[in-house]
């Protein structure tokens, strides 16, 4: 498995699409605050949009980009002057999704697909810090390679009631945060983090090594070699990389896999403490307590007993 499955692995996202809007210039759409471990995305399927959120530079999007709001921040979309903008209304829909659309509007305008990602405990913890408060993904780069056909599908899908379309957007969806952290990290991954560690290419083996063998007894002079670097150099760069110094960043790497493990296999607490890199299954105790709360017992009650 390649180093970004990896991580990805570790944490659980889920993506929830929810509304299709066509619209005709002007318009403009007013999305508030997510709630906290949200963050609201946009698809822009056909046409264009400008992006307006407090603290950033307006965006203008065109069709295949996708924005996404990692920080929960309000903000809202808009074509042409807002003053004259034709409200936007919920619109009878013959597909799986809310349809939204402003009749009367005048010129072509755009269609796009809004939705959340959905963090639980453990990716609301290491991910969303390691995103910007917004990302842009740019579809019509090369390096976003299957993001446009993907949206393409999604939007051809959510159109019309066809048999299987809500199964079909469902697994569609789950993907497209695994392609959208991809082209990202091709594009400009440079908010300090996990991620940001992950894409460069100095560091990028010590995240491979963690993520592959978390069991071993890593030292920092032990990642530092594999770099090709001095331990002093190797921990400086990637603390300011990734905002965290490499052994704390190795435990948090640890102890989202062993929540994974608890949440999603039956063995017991001892092999998994092993499998995490803990020999001794109180101090393995200690450690998961510390992150999450509750010891690993707790966790695996409480997974248990969530709904799907």
Not at 170 to 198: D, H, K, Y
Request: hydrophobic fraction near 45%.
């Amino acid at each position: 498995m390649d180093t970004l499955s990896r991580l990805l692995s570790l944490y659980t996202v889920r993506t929830s699409l929810d509304i299709r809007c066509e619209l005709g210039a002007p318009w403009i759409l007013e999305e508030p605050a997510a709630l906290p471990g949200e963050a609201s995305f946009h698809l822009i399927a056909e046409g264009s949009a400008r992006v307006e959120a407090s603290g950033i530079d307006a965006l203008e999007l065109g069709a295949g980009d996708v924005v996404v709001f990692p920080g929960g921040s309000a903000h809202r979309l808009l074509a042409g002057a807002p003053d004259d903008a034709v409200p936007v209304i919920d619109l009878p829909s013959a597909g799986s999704l809310r349809l939204k659309g402003n009749p009367g509007a005048g010129t072509a305008g755009a269609a796009i697909l809004c939705g959340r990602f959905l963090f639980d405990d453990g990716a609301r913890r290491a991910l969303l810090p390691a995103l910007p408060p917004v990302m842009v993904v740019r579809g019509r780069n090369g390096d976003a390679a299957g993001l446009p056909a993907l949206v393409r599908i999604l939007q051809q899908e959510t159109a019309a009631a066809r048999p299987g379309a809500q199964a079909v957007v469902a697994q569609l969806s789950g993907a497209l945060f695994a392609l959208l952290m991809r082209a990202w990290l091709e594009q400009n991954a440079t908010t300090p983090g996990l991620f940001a560690v992950l894409a460069d290419r100095r560091l990028g083996k010590a995240m491979q090594r963690m993520l592959d063998t978390p069991e071993q007894p890593w030292r920092v002079e032990d990642l530092a070699r594999d770099c090709h670097m001095s331990r002093a150099t190797f921990a400086r760069l990637f603390s300011q990389l990734c905002g965290m110094a490499p052994l704390e960043a190795l435990t948090r790497l640890r102890m989202a896999g062993a929540a994974r493990a608890l949440a999603r296999d039956g063995r017991a607490v001892g092999d998994i403490a092993l499998a995490a890199g803990y020999q001794s299954e109180a101090a393995f105790h200690r450690v998961f307590k510390r992150h999450y709360g509750v010891g690993p017992g707790a966790w695996r009650r409480a997974q248990g007993e969530r709904p799907d």
